[in-house]
Antibody, heavy 122, light 111 residues
Framework: QVTLRESGPALVKPTQTLTLTCTFS??????????VSWIRQPPGKALEWLAR???????YYSTSLKTRLTISKDTSKNQVVLTMTNMDPVDTATYYC??????????????WGQGTLVTVSS | QSALTQPASVSGSPGQSITISCTGT?????????VSWYQQHPGKAPKLMIY???KRPSGVSNRFSGSKSGNTASLTISGLQAEDEADYYC???????????FGTGTKVTVL
């Protein structure tokens, strides 16, 4: 059974760096063809893809946010970490991690975490 | 990369069929048969309903179907039920390592 769960601060101040962790089970990022993405959704607004990391440590970022994002993985802990620098109130959103499945070449998101709401405010 | 365009809202009575459109460009929807659709109930995570334009994951009702013509993809819900009331988002691969361009979202209301 595949599950994902996001964790991180609920509140960050403007200009701070956000660090979110996705802890997953039911698959391994050491398995060829596996990858995990981060997606966010501002309150009442649409979904936005942010970043992806592959089993072989290839990384991909949203063009518009590329300079602020870093994605990494800890295969031994079944975790994927997303950092976003220079947070702004417009970054207030629910952040989801999702598996791109059943392989990276599927180009759809088959399992999602429940999401974590991050508010950016002083 | 701009978001795909969806109608803000679509409504229908129980038992009716509705169709949600998702309009992109020749760089995303028009170039790849890699459109997926997600259902999202309030306060919940999105749920995959359709992938690769018209394929249904195991467990998704066959009342949901997808299609594509040119730069526009469509999701049809037949035999509309109260539980179908939710937000729906389309998503397309857009090449150049852009793995998810989402639509603007459509709120489906069951009258």
């Amino acid at each position: 059974q595949v599950t994902l769960r996001e964790s991180g601060p609920a509140l960050v101040k403007p200009t701070q760096t956000l660090t979110l962790t996705c802890t997953f089970s039911g698959f391994s990022l050491s398995t060829s063809g596996m990858c995990v993405s981060w997606i966010r959704q501002p309150p009442g607004k649409a979904l936005e893809w942010l970043a992806r990391i592959d089993w072989d440590d290839d990384k991909y970022y949203s063009t518009s946010l590329k300079t602020r994002l870093t994605i990494s993985k800890d295969t031994s802990k079944n975790q994927v970490v997303l950092t976003m620098t220079n947070m702004d109130p417009v970054d207030t959103a629910t952040y989801y991690c999702a598996r791109m499945g059943p392989s990276c070449y599927a180009y759809y998101f088959d399992y999602w975490g429940q999401g974590t709401l991050v508010t950016v405010s002083s | 990369q701009s978001a795909l365009t969806q109608p803000a809202s679509v409504s229908g009575s129980p038992g009716q069929s509705i169709t949600i459109s998702c309009t992109g460009t020749s760089s995303d929807v028009g170039s790849y048969n890699l459109v997926s659709w997600y259902q999202q109930h309030p306060g919940k995570a999105p749920k995959l309903m359709i992938y690769e334009v018209s394929k249904r994951p195991s467990g998704v009702s066959n009342r949901f179907s997808g299609s594509k013509s040119g730069n526009t993809a469509s999701l049809t819900i037949s035999g509309l039920q109260a539980e179908d009331e939710a937000d729906y988002y389309c998503c397309s691969y857009a090449g150049s390592s852009t793995f998810g361009v989402f639509g603007t979202g459509t709120k489906v209301t069951v009258l």
